[in-house]
């Protein structure tokens, strides 16, 4: 299977705390991408990272690219009540449709008041 | 305003009817996606496609058919539906250039097969 894996599956903190989601991957990218799906919705795009970039930051998100590990990570700073939600890590291959995303397996956040 | 729109938003069908899901787009993009997420939440990519044209056909049963008449609007259409058709899917669109790797996703239609 091609899907990213993602962890942990399932994450709760409080309110203010750091959340951190890890994302695996198996082929070569041209970049990855963090999505945010609320309960019922459709998925909103956070932000991109490159394959040539190692670290990215966007208001209350930091998110890490390691190429040689094949991995990276989505870390939420001063986490309010309405970031819970499932986060999802989706890769555009490198070399032939960039657009092709592959998906992981999400990691549902709950950031309790 | 809505940028990805998609129809109906819940469709409860039987076993072997045949039933179409829409998707119009407003952003000006150039390339529209079909998505299926089941109930794991594992979202895969079934089609793509860019100015009416095909471009990505993932492993899908020929059960099921795309149809672009415009580059603001991709549908598609199942055939002789299935249980294990039932899940939530999900239209996106994206421009075919510069930033072309980001994608907007519509709400989803949620497909129960009985």
């Known amino acids: 299977s091609q899907q990213g894996e993602e962890d942990p599956q399932a994450l709760s903190i409080q309110e203010g705390e750091n959340a951190t989601m890890n994302c695996s991957y198996k082929?070569?990218?041209?970049?990855l991408q963090w999505y945010r799906q609320n309960s019922g919705r459709g998925l909103v795009h956070l932000i991109l990272?490159?394959?040539?970039?190692r670290e990215k930051h966007s208001g209350r998100l930091r998110v890490t690219l390691d190429t040689s590990k094949k991995s990276s990570s989505l870390l939420i700073t001063a986490s309010r009540a309405a970031d819970t939600a499932s986060y999802f890590c989706a890769t555009g291959p490198y070399g032939g449709a960039t657009n092709k995303l592959i998906f992981g397996t999400g990691t549902l956040l709950a950031v309790q008041p | 305003d809505t940028a990805v729109s998609q129809t109906p938003k819940y469709l409860v069908t039987q076993m072997g009817n045949d039933k179409s899901i829409k998707c119009e787009q407003n952003l000006g993009h150039d390339t529209m996606y079909w998505y299926k997420q089941d109930s794991k939440k594992f979202l895969k990519i079934m089609f793509s496609y860019n100015n009416k044209e095909l471009i990505i056909n993932e492993t899908v049963p020929n059960r099921f058919s795309p149809k672009s008449p415009d580059k603001a609007h991709l549908n598609l259409h199942i055939n002789s539906l299935e249980l294990g058709d039932s899940a939530v899917y999900f239209c996106?669109?994206?421009?075919?250039?510069?930033?072309?790797?980001?994608?907007?996703f519509g709400p989803g239609t949620r497909l129960l097969v009985l």
């Open positions: 082929t070569s990218i041209n970049n």
């Open positions: 990272i490159r394959s040539n970039e």
């Open positions: 996106a669109s994206s421009f075919d250039r510069g930033g072309k790797e980001t994608q907007y």
